[in-house]
């Protein structure tokens, strides 16, 4: 039996509180769907549980349906759910069970898996049951048109769709599903900046600091020296950026030296404050690693994603106290590790989306920390300067954006950036070595107060027991352990006979149990029960 969703008394931001009337006052005028952006760190996921919450205690909605764009955010989803509001989330679910478990209040999974849903297995749920959903991240339903189509497919009878996202924009052409457009620009019912964060104490300032180099590279016969103010064409001002970012030259060491010191200095006040190294590739990674293991006599480790193993170095990195983290795209949404301070951006990307979504991974507050701005050491690359220039600007989704950026390189003069176009040189490019020159830091904030408020989100709810997925990790584990250890009784000590494993849960079975993933606590602590007799007889 599910937990009884109950009235609660949730301690929001004055933003969370505006945006939660305006879903209402959406609702109330009989429309299903509604945009919320707010700038990463804001507090979105909290928001979209107050309205689920609400929705469940209302008896507007049966069950609720979070979407997210990776694995390692479900698990994140489904605590945050049992534990701020008491609504309980099967993260594990997949699609082949057909529908979760009764005690559960509904389901966290991903675009990716809906996706794959071709019984129509959601669009049934859906249907059967008076379904509220929220789309975490929603520009990542525009990534495939299969997404798209099951996004659209599955959740069309939900009661209610809540959509949420920190950069609701994309660099396609891709619709997103079930947002306004208007002449073909997306619209949010709800929009919280950047910039307002900055004024309210809800997120860091973010500060950039430019290092200018001087860097040798060969193409073919021809050496080439330059710094980041010399003109070049665009594939010289690549090759100028690749050997800046090579860990075998001085720039790469002098910009990571210049980071260590900001981070020593930031350590004097906040003293488990952490930096993050965002890398091109994994080897490139491997690299910067090695580097940061001469400056600092500490190895940092490399995550190359937030899946899989990446998220278990990514959760240990957070309760930690080590002081360096090198990555390869470890950018997703939701990556939440607040005592990042300091980041080196090393990487050849120039996607605003992505640089976005990189920066947003230092603007989230610590309470009662005063003083805790954050700082990103960038190339002087034109192009990554102007995305740093650009960030408390608010972005919407343009369908036509990818034409016209199209369009502008395809006259052949002209590249994404609207730089005039050269043909490459040809020859083995090799970089010969580069050193950081000077620097400078920019604000691109508005004024920013002094200190952090307090008061900002530090209600926990309390709550008697453990999230009922947890509750059930521990049960499978231990049946698991109990059906092994009643496979190897059954075989009497006979060295001839091959244990059969799965025993235990087949005479379960037999007896009419159910499978292990769609029972309750309750059957679950039976079928324990049942399994600790059979060891005894």
Same mark, same amino acid.
């Given at each position: 039996?599910?937990?009884?969703?109950?009235?609660?008394?949730?301690?929001?931001?004055?933003?969370?509180?505006?945006?939660?009337?305006?879903?209402?006052?959406?609702?109330?005028?009989?429309?299903?769907?509604?945009?919320?952006?707010?700038?990463?760190?804001?507090?979105?996921?909290?928001?979209?549980?107050?309205?689920?919450?609400?929705?469940?205690?209302?008896?507007?909605?049966?069950?609720?349906?979070?979407?997210?764009?990776?694995?390692?955010? *479900?698990?994140?989803?489904?605590?945050?759910?049992?534990?701020?509001?008491?609504?309980?989330?099967?993260?594990?679910?997949?699609?082949?069970?057909?529908?979760?478990?009764?005690?559960?209040?509904?389901?966290?999974?991903?675009?990716?898996?809906?996706?794959?849903?071709?019984?129509?297995?959601?669009?049934?749920?859906?249907?059967?049951?008076?379904?509220?959903?929220?789309?975490?991240?929603?520009?990542?339903?525009?990534?495939?048109?299969?997404?798209?189509?099951?996004?659209?497919?599955?959740?069309?009878?939900?009661?209610?769709?809540?959509?949420?996202?920190?950069?609701?924009?994309?660099?396609?052409?891709?619709?997103?599903?079930?947002?306004?457009?208007?002449?073909?620009?997306?619209?949010?019912?709800?929009?919280?900046?950047?910039?307002?964060?900055?004024?309210?104490?809800?997120?860091?300032?973010?500060?950039?600091?430019?290092?200018?180099?001087?860097?040798?590279?060969?193409?073919?016969?021809?050496?080439?020296?330059?710094?980041?103010?010399?003109?070049?064409?665009?594939?010289?001002?690549?090759?100028?950026?690749?050997?800046?970012?090579?860990?075998?030259?001085?720039?790469?060491?002098?910009?990571?030296?210049?980071?260590?010191?900001?981070?020593?200095?930031?350590?004097?006040?906040?003293?488990?404050?952490?930096?993050?190294?965002?890398?091109?590739?994994?080897?490139?990674?491997?690299?910067?690693?090695?580097?940061?293991?001469?400056?600092?006599?500490?190895?940092?480790?490399?995550?190359?994603?937030?899946?899989?193993?990446?998220?278990?170095?990514?959760?240990?990195? *957070?309760?930690?106290?080590?002081?360096?983290?090198?990555?390869?795209?470890?950018?997703?949404?939701?990556?939440?590790?607040?005592?990042?301070?300091?980041?080196?951006?090393?990487?050849?990307?120039?996607?605003?989306?992505?640089?976005?979504?990189?920066?947003?991974?230092?603007?989230?507050?610590?309470?009662?920390?005063?003083?805790?701005?954050?700082?990103?050491?960038?190339?002087?690359?034109?192009?990554?300067?102007?995305?740093?220039?650009?960030?408390?600007?608010?972005?919407?989704?343009?369908?036509?954006?990818?034409?016209?950026?199209?369009?502008?390189?395809?006259?052949?003069?002209?590249?994404?950036?609207?730089?005039?176009?050269?043909?490459?040189?040809?020859?083995?490019?090799?970089?010969?070595?580069?050193?950081?020159?000077?620097?400078?830091?920019?604000?691109?904030?508005?004024?920013?107060?002094?200190?952090? *408020?307090?008061?900002?989100?530090?209600?926990?709810?309390?709550?008697?027991?453990?999230?009922?997925?947890?509750?059930?990790?521990?049960?499978?584990?231990?049946?698991?352990?109990?059906?092994?250890?009643?496979?190897?009784?059954?075989?009497?000590?006979?060295?001839?006979?091959?244990?059969?494993?799965?025993?235990?849960?087949?005479?379960?079975?037999?007896?009419?149990?159910?499978?292990?993933?769609?029972?309750?606590?309750?059957?679950?602590?039976?079928?324990?029960?049942?399994?600790?007799?059979?060891?005894?007889?």
């Amino acid at each position: 039996m599910k937990r009884l969703i109950t009235h609660r008394n949730f301690e929001l931001r004055e933003w969370q509180q505006e945006a939660f009337r305006s879903v209402l006052s959406v609702c109330n005028n009989g429309k299903k769907d509604f945009l919320c952006v707010a700038t990463p760190g804001a507090g979105k996921t909290k928001f979209a549980l107050k309205t689920a919450h609400h929705f469940l205690e209302k008896n507007l909605c049966d069950r609720i349906v979070v979407v997210t764009p990776s694995e390692g955010l *479900k698990r994140q989803w489904a605590y945050e759910a049992a534990n701020f509001a008491g609504i309980d989330l099967d993260p594990d679910f997949t699609n082949n069970q057909g529908m979760e478990a009764s005690d559960f209040h509904g389901v966290v999974i991903t675009y990716a898996l809906l996706g794959q849903d071709k019984k129509q297995i959601h669009s049934q749920n859906t249907f059967a049951k008076r379904t509220f959903v929220i789309f975490d991240e929603v520009h990542h339903a525009g990534e495939s048109l299969s997404w798209g189509d099951a996004l659209k497919r599955s959740f069309e009878d939900a009661v209610f769709r809540l959509a949420i996202s920190g950069t609701a924009f994309r660099s396609d052409d891709a619709p997103i599903p079930f947002i306004k457009y208007n002449n073909n620009v997306s619209v949010a019912d709800y929009n919280y900046s950047y910039e307002r964060a900055i004024r309210e104490n809800v997120c860091r300032p973010v500060y950039f600091t430019i290092h200018d180099g001087t860097m040798k590279w060969r193409v073919g016969t021809q050496e080439f020296e330059h710094n980041f103010k010399d003109y070049l064409t665009p594939d010289q001002v690549s090759k100028r950026l690749k050997t800046a970012l090579d860990p075998k030259g001085n720039w790469v060491r002098d910009v990571l030296k210049d980071a260590d010191e900001k981070l020593n200095e930031i350590r004097r006040t906040h003293h488990n404050a952490a930096a993050l190294v965002f890398a091109a590739t994994q080897r490139h990674a491997k690299e910067i690693s090695k580097v940061l293991l001469e400056l600092t006599g500490e190895e940092p480790p490399v995550v190359v994603s937030d899946d899989g193993d990446g998220s278990e170095k990514i959760e240990s990195f *957070k309760r930690s106290n080590s002081r360096w983290l090198v990555s390869v795209r470890m950018v997703s949404e939701g990556v939440d590790i607040p005592r990042l301070r300091v980041g080196v951006y090393l990487t050849i990307i120039k996607a605003e989306l992505y640089f976005r979504q990189a920066v947003g991974r230092f603007v989230r507050v610590i309470t009662g920390l005063h003083h805790q701005d954050a700082y990103i050491f960038i190339p002087q690359d034109k192009d990554i300067v102007k995305l740093a220039e650009t960030i408390q600007i608010e972005r919407d989704h343009a369908l036509d954006e990818a034409e016209r950026l199209k369009n502008a390189g395809a006259g052949g003069n002209t590249d994404l950036f609207g730089n005039d176009y050269t043909p490459a040189l040809q020859g083995k490019f090799i970089p010969l070595g580069s050193e950081a020159t000077d620097s400078k830091t920019i604000a691109v904030n508005i004024e920013i107060n002094s200190g952090i *408020k307090h008061s900002v989100d530090t209600r926990k709810v309390p709550v008697n027991d453990d999230p009922v997925y947890l509750q059930k990790e521990r049960l499978r584990d231990n049946l698991n352990l109990l059906a092994k250890r009643i496979a190897l009784k059954r075989k009497n000590g006979n060295p001839g006979i091959k244990p059969d494993w799965k025993i235990a849960h087949k005479i379960w079975r037999e007896q009419g149990g159910k499978e292990m993933h769609l029972e309750t606590i309750e059957e679950l602590i039976n079928r324990l029960n049942f399994y600790q007799n059979l060891l005894r007889n």
